[in-house]
Nanobody, 118 residues
Framework: QVQLVESGGGLVQPGGSLRLSCAAS????????MGWYRQAPGKQPELVAD???????NYADSVKGRFTIARDNAKNTVYLHMNSLKPEDTAVYYC????????????WGQGPQVTVSA
């Protein structure tokens, strides 16, 4: 497993932008896939976006065209650029990772809060 430390988040008005960062430490073998989940109050966790070490990306339909995931493999860091934010994007956002040999994400960050409100 690895340790994931997130930064970013906070309060933003609808239509605004935020960037989340997640720095990983530990075995890079555990960083084949890195991504972001979110959980809003009273809702199930939702995979927002993920990205392989090789650059293949996957997005939830609800964020396509608005959010961009990016990685800096040299720094073992993953980013989530969030544009055109909506109130329904309000949630706790968790950074996560898994190794190639695993089907499940096995490391999690602490989860910064993102609140979109006027």
């Amino acid at each position: 497993q690895v340790q994931l430390v997130e930064s970013g988040g906070g309060l933003v008005q609808p239509g605004g932008s935020l960037r989340l960062s997640c720095a990983a430490s530990g075995s890079i073998l555990s960083l084949y896939l890195m991504g972001w989940y979110r959980q809003a109050p009273g809702k199930q966790p939702e995979l927002v976006a993920d990205m392989t070490r090789g650059g293949r990306t996957n997005y939830a339909d609800s964020v396509k065209g608005r959010f961009t995931i990016a990685r800096d493999n040299a720094k073992n860091t993953v980013y989530l650029h969030m544009n055109s934010l909506k109130p329904e994007d309000t949630a706790v956002y968790y950074c996560t990772s898994r190794p190639l040999a695993s089907a499940d994400f096995d490391s999690w960050g602490q989860g910064p809060q993102v609140t979109v409100s006027a």
